[in-house]
């Protein structure tokens, strides 16, 4: 948008390679074939977390996927014509960061920072996403030593967000002048009320939602201006962003924002409650919060495109119902807002438990 021209260079890959490592994936019978089978995808199109377990108790974690050994940081675009900017060939795959065999005896990963002792090769750690799915993953592996088949099967649809109470205790206390016996009053009940759950009953998870989706233009664009600060409020770093400083109440962000913005941070929130309850109450039909349901806003809908041409694309639609989690659950979805619901684009396709002890 500032005229300047970018670059871009691709990274090449060996489809062939990659196609041979994933034949011997499937036949590998120890760990060492296994590993040698990954060492071929490496060299294919894609990057993938890849977790593992051999019935003589192994288990592991691997990254694999061509990555530029880069001489600088790889957060920031580089001047092309600086030759510390460049790449220098590829990681070797021995080099990409893994787990083998934990004194934990847990393996766990959800695409963010699987091994904070470990991930400085491949990326820098605001490359990736916040730890959310991540802990509560491994806190619950770590809760008990006797986890079965069943065990897991609830884990993987596990909704509760363990992320959530800190930042929403944040959103409650900003919230505090609300007007009494309004609608935005009873929002603010339901969010304090609210257990963190993501199921599709939850009444606090649609408040909890929408409340951050609106305050996140009101916190960014003053403070970074309309084309940047849009671009980060919409983006996958700023709400992550925002719930540190919501959080943290010494954080010096604070201030600069309301310096930006000339109001104060409560004020701010009080802007965004008022946004979320119209926009909730729209979503669901009715402004009688009690009625409200994380389900009636966040949906997934199964059918194709002709789906949704009006009139007739209802007749088309396979299913349409309610879905459970937010971004950051373990069984997480990621949907697009198209005015009145969530609708699920991106989650958890499939699901395979296997024991191992019974293979």
């Known amino acids: ?32 074939e296994h590993r040698a089978a990954l060492a071929k995808m490496n060299e294919g199109p894609f990057d993938f977390n890849h977790v593992y377990a051999h019935r003589d108790g192994h288990i592991g974690w ?44 847990v393996v766990a990963s959800a695409n963010s920072v699987t091994d904070p002792a470990n991930f400085a090769p491949i990326a820098t750690r605001t490359h990736f996403e916040p730890s959310y799915r991540q802990d509560r993953i491994e806190a619950v592996l770590t809760s008990r030593s006797d986890h079965t088949a069943a065990t897991m099967s609830a884990l993987h649809a596990d909704v509760l967000a363990d992320y959530a109470p800190p930042v929403r205790d944040a959103l409650v206390a900003l919230t505090g002048e609300v007007a009494a016996g309004t609608v935005a009053a009873r929002t603010r009940e339901a969010l304090a009320a609210w257990d963190g759950s993501f199921d599709v009953d939850a009444v606090g998870a649609p408040v909890f939602f929408f409340l951050q989706q609106r305050l996140l233009p009101l916190v960014f664009v003053p ?83 002709l789906a949704h041409i009006p009139g007739i694309g209802n007749r088309l639609v396979a299913y349409d119902g309610p879905y459970p989690g937010d971004d950051y659950t373990v069984n997480p979805n990621r949907g697009l807002d198209d005015g009145k619901h969530l609708r699920v684009l991106v989650s958890g396709t499939s699901r395979f438990v296997c024991d191992l002890s019974k293979p």
């Open 223 to 305: 403070l970074l201006g309309s084309h940047v600060g849009k671009r980060f409020a919409t983006g996958r770093r700023g709400l992550p962003r925002l719930q540190r400083l919501l959080v943290d109440a010494a954080d010096p962000l604070r201030a600069a924002i309301e310096r930006a913005a000339g109001r104060s941070l409560s004020a701010l929130a009080l802007e965004a409650l008022d946004a979320a309850c119209t926009r909730i109450a729209y979503g669901c039909g009715t402004d009688d919060v009690a009625l409200w349901r994380w389900g009636s806003i966040q949906r997934a809908r199964l059918g194709g495109l």
């Open 62 to 105: 691997e990254m694999f996927g061509r990555l530029p050994r880069r001489a600088k940081d790889g957060l920031f675009v580089r001047d092309a014509h600086d030759p510390d900017a460049q790449w220098n060939g590829y990681l070797d795959f021995a080099e990409n960061p893994k787990i083998s065999s934990p004194d934990g005896g």
């Open 1 to 32: 948008h500032d005229g300047v021209d970018l670059a871009l260079r691709f990274v090449s890959a060996d489809i062939a390679t990659y196609v041979d490592g994933y034949l011997d994936l499937a036949a590998s019978r120890s760990v060492d």
